[in-house]
């Protein structure tokens, strides 16, 4: 075993397990501080200058009981049997500098049913903040407001009334889906596609 040693690094000590499951053993913060200065109290970065693993990373396996795996993390790599056409699979993004001072990818466009509603390259570019703690997308006012109403030409009983940030419709996704069309993201020069099943 080698005989290195982390940088010294804070940890946060959690006094309540509230929200967590059962078989949780806590929560690991890996976001890098906004101070560049004090980089080296990160702990991926502490790992990779010295030399504990070769690449400042982490990947996710994220499972659940039914599927019969256990998740787990994995510093410094990646398991390219569980990505998409291997490691030729993965797609790298730069850091898109912003005002908030976040880690985000370039939001420069957005498409429902193929028709541009953000024109990359025309209309102004946002932060695109990749959260893994929400189900939730948000977008900026005016291509929400080109969105919404193109929603309510295929959905009638749309609300978008009761909260000017949120539309919402009283069926079930089995009925609402055929009438929807995909919504594609074009971040850091790459679409993704989100189809409505």
Known sequence: MKNNKCAFFQFLALYKSQGLGHDS??????????????????YLWSLKDNQIIDR???????????MGETPYALFGGYNSTQIVGGAEGLKTFKNFENWLGTWALEG???????????KPGEDTSYP?????????LSIPPDVFEKIRSEWSQALPNLDCTSDKTFCHVKESCEDVAPKVKPVGFQMSDYVFEINPE
């Open 108 to 118: 420069q466009g957005m498409f429902y049913g193929g028709k541009a509603m953000q």
């Open 56 to 66: 400042a990373m982490v990947s996710f396996s994220i499972t659940s009981r039914e």
């Open 128 to 136: 695109a903040i990749i959260d893994t703690g929400s189900s939730q």
């Open 25 to 42: 053993d806590g929560i690991l913060g890996l976001s890098p501080h906004k101070d560049m200065k004090k980089k080296k109290l990160h």
